[in-house]
């Protein structure tokens, strides 16, 4: 008996591969197939299941591609309603894997259709669970995502409430637990770093497993302080029930390398998104006027999503050499399959070709404060999340979330200086460059964000958040609800 994690740090996310005497069942795999035929290949095994624990929001899963070329079975929960051939497992049912057995216990709650695959050995002894986005370390899934006019966030948070007591807890507290997702991912609000946990671990360590729990505790517990979804969830929801195109259709349209002409005039003709992926330091140096940066060191993926509205938006790529490949399958994973091509020979080529470039100003933290003599704390923007924000931030200043910056456009002066900082300078860079991009030409990136403001001794922090910010951000997060 085989079982692998399957991490992915971009995304937090976990999926599986499960080995025994020849066969083997893959647990909500990414987009990317060739990974999980590589190791059943090299076990001289046969992929027979694709297991899926419901419907993703937050990636595209590979079950189509991975089950087009082995022929596996595709398997989702009850009440789950395909575009597509799949087997649709009833609660209890049993699937068979070499020695193993696989049991589908029905956990609706996060979504009606969730479900985990509890793992029994040859003895038929309980060995494992792998919990999809029902349970996390630390954490369960958001109830908010499936709400429908006949079913509210409450309706499910109270689903998820009986499904945990009923199904999981009540297995042995040796039970090993996989879940979905890690600290990092928008399914839940606080999962912890760990991966992997036990049922008895989880009992005694989740907030949302307590024994003396109500059912009014927990949906108010667990619906409490939800920030809104990334836009890109519903679409992600769509391709994963109905379908999607070929991965390796999506890496060959995009794979073009573009002459410095070539990439101009593609970008002119399809109204391409320039989406340049290098290191903030290397992109404030120089980039092309009105390309938007977001770093293929941080969370990529899911900031593309957070941060451009159609998934069907055309791309055009500014990538370091070597690293075209991974930008499109990163992409890919969220559903943007829109991309048009790359700048062949990078940031250089259109330097080389004397082409225009753009810059953004990055000052370090004594230079800020020596700027706020001038200024007042109106002109800094702390573009963490709430709950950074919440927990400490300089005096005076407010919270503008990168999350909503396109919602915050409106509220902004494009004629004012602004100083804008995140908790280390990935985020604070993104942003920067999006405001660039609509016209605001005043922009200044803090180096080492909220850390080196910290650090230079310089400024007044609190933790305390005036009303009228509380009441913009919550009606923020609302208007995306």
Same mark, same amino acid.
């Given at each position: 008996?085989?079982?692998?994690?399957i991490?992915t740090?971009?995304?937090a996310q976990?999926?599986?591969?499960?080995?025994s005497?020849?066969e083997?069942?893959v647990?909500d795999?990414?987009?990317?197939t060739?990974?999980?035929? #590589?190791?059943?290949?090299?076990?001289?095994?046969t992929?027979?299941?694709v297991?899926?624990?419901?419907f993703?929001?937050?990636?595209?899963?590979g079950?189509l591609?991975l089950?087009?070329k082995?022929g596996? &079975?595709i398997v %989702?929960?009850?009440?789950?309603?395909t575009g597509?051939?799949?087997h649709i497992a009833?609660?209890?049912?049993v $699937?068979?894997?070499g020695?193993?057995s696989?049991?589908?216990?029905?956990?609706?709650?996060? &979504?009606?259709?969730?479900?985990?695959?509890?793992?029994l050995d040859e003895?038929s002894v309980? /060995?494992?669970v792998?919990?999809?986005?029902?349970l996390?370390i630390?954490d369960?899934?958001r109830p908010?995502?499936?709400?429908k006019?006949?079913l &509210?966030m409450?309706?499910l948070a109270?689903?998820?409430y009986d499904s945990l007591?009923? /199904?999981?807890? &009540?297995?042995p #507290?040796?039970v090993?637990v996989?879940?979905?997702?890690?600290?990092g991912s928008?399914c839940?609000?606080n999962?912890?770093k760990e991966?992997?946990?036990t049922?008895g671990?989880?009992k005694a360590t989740? %907030?949302?497993?307590r024994?003396?729990?109500?059912?009014?505790?927990?949906?108010?517990e667990?619906?409490?302080?939800?920030m809104?979804?990334?836009k890109y969830f519903p679409?992600?929801v769509?391709?994963n /029930?109905e379908?999607?195109?070929?991965?390796d259709?999506?890496?060959n =349209?995009?794979?073009q390398a573009?002459?410095?002409?070539a990439?101009?005039?593609?970008?002119?003709a399809?109204?391409?998104?320039?989406?340049?992926?290098r290191t903030?330091?290397?992109?404030h140096?120089?980039?092309i006027?009105?390309s938007i940066?977001?770093? +293929?060191?941080?969370?990529?993926a899911p900031?593309v999503g957070a941060?451009i509205?159609?998934?069907?938006?055309?791309l055009?790529?500014?990538?370091?050499e070597?690293?075209?490949?991974?930008?499109i399958?990163?992409?890919? @994973?969220?559903?943007? #399959?829109?991309v048009?091509?790359? $700048?062949?020979?990078?940031?250089?080529a259109?330097?080389?070709?004397?082409l225009e +470039? #753009?810059?953004i100003e990055?000052i370090?933290?004594?230079e +800020?404060?020596?700027n706020?003599?001038? %200024?007042?704390?109106?002109?800094?923007l702390d573009? @963490? =999340?709430?709950?950074?924000?919440?927990?400490?931030?300089?005096?005076? !200043?407010?919270?503008?979330?990168l999350?909503?910056i396109?919602?915050y456009m409106?509220?902004?002066?494009r004629?004012?200086? %602004?100083?804008i900082?995140?908790?280390?300078g990935?985020r604070s860079?993104i942003?920067?460059s999006?405001?660039?991009? =609509?016209?605001f030409?005043?922009v !200044?990136?803090?180096?080492?964000?909220?850390?080196a403001?910290?650090?230079s001794? /310089?400024?007044?922090?609190?933790d305390?958040?005036?009303p009228?910010?509380?009441?913009?951000?919550?009606?923020k997060e609302?208007s995306?609800g």
């Amino acid at each position: 008996m085989k079982i692998e994690q399957i991490y992915t740090g971009c995304l937090a996310q976990g999926a599986y591969y499960i080995e025994s005497n020849g066969e083997v069942a893959v647990i909500d795999p990414l987009r990317e197939t060739q990974p999980y035929l #590589d190791r059943a290949a090299e076990d001289g095994a046969t992929i027979k299941y694709v297991l899926e624990t419901h419907f993703h929001a937050d990636f595209v899963s590979g079950h189509l591609d991975l089950a087009k070329k082995t022929g596996a &079975t595709i398997v %989702y929960g009850p009440n789950a309603k395909t575009g597509f051939e799949a087997h649709i497992a009833t609660d209890g049912e049993v $699937l068979k894997l070499g020695n193993l057995s696989i049991k589908v216990l029905h956990t609706p709650g996060h &979504t009606m259709e969730s479900s985990c695959f509890l793992l029994l050995d040859e003895n038929s002894v309980e /060995k494992a669970v792998f919990t999809g986005d029902t349970l996390f370390i630390g954490d369960v899934g958001r109830p908010d995502l499936a709400q429908k006019s006949d079913l &509210t966030m409450a309706d499910l948070a109270g689903h998820l409430y009986d499904s945990l007591r009923n /199904k999981l807890m &009540t297995l042995p #507290d040796e039970v090993t637990v996989y879940p979905a997702h890690g600290a990092g991912s928008a399914c839940g609000k606080n999962m912890s770093k760990e991966t992997v946990s036990t049922i008895g671990a989880q009992k005694a360590t989740n %907030y949302a497993l307590r024994s003396n729990m109500t059912k009014a505790e927990f949906v108010y517990e667990v619906t409490d302080g939800l920030m809104a979804p990334p836009k890109y969830f519903p679409e992600n929801v769509r391709l994963n /029930k109905e379908g999607y195109a070929s991965f390796d259709d999506v890496m060959n =349209r995009g794979a073009q390398a573009l002459s410095p002409k070539a990439f101009e005039e593609a970008v002119n003709a399809t109204g391409a998104l320039m989406l340049d992926v290098r290191t903030e330091g290397e992109f404030h140096q120089g980039f092309i006027p009105n390309s938007i940066f977001i770093g +293929l060191g941080g969370q990529f993926a899911p900031w593309v999503g957070a941060l451009i509205a159609d998934v069907n938006q055309p791309l055009a790529l500014i990538v370091p050499e070597g690293q075209a490949a991974e930008a499109i399958t990163r992409l890919s @994973r969220v559903g943007f #399959d829109n991309v048009i091509g790359y $700048l062949s020979g990078g940031i250089e080529a259109w330097r080389t070709a004397g082409l225009e +470039l #753009d810059t953004i100003e990055s000052i370090g933290a004594e230079e +800020l404060a020596k700027n706020l003599k001038q %200024y007042d704390y109106s002109h800094v923007l702390d573009v @963490r =999340r709430p709950s950074e924000f919440a927990a400490e931030h300089i005096k005076d !200043v407010e919270s503008v979330p990168l999350d909503f910056i396109n919602d915050y456009m409106g509220d902004l002066d494009r004629s004012k200086q %602004y100083f804008i900082h995140c908790a280390g300078g990935y985020r604070s860079m993104i942003a920067a460059s999006i405001l660039k991009s =609509r016209g605001f030409e005043k922009v !200044v990136d803090i180096k080492g964000g909220f850390k080196a403001i910290l650090e230079s001794g /310089k400024f007044e922090t609190t933790d305390y958040v005036c009303p009228n910010t509380l009441k913009k951000q919550k009606s923020k997060e609302i208007s995306l609800g």
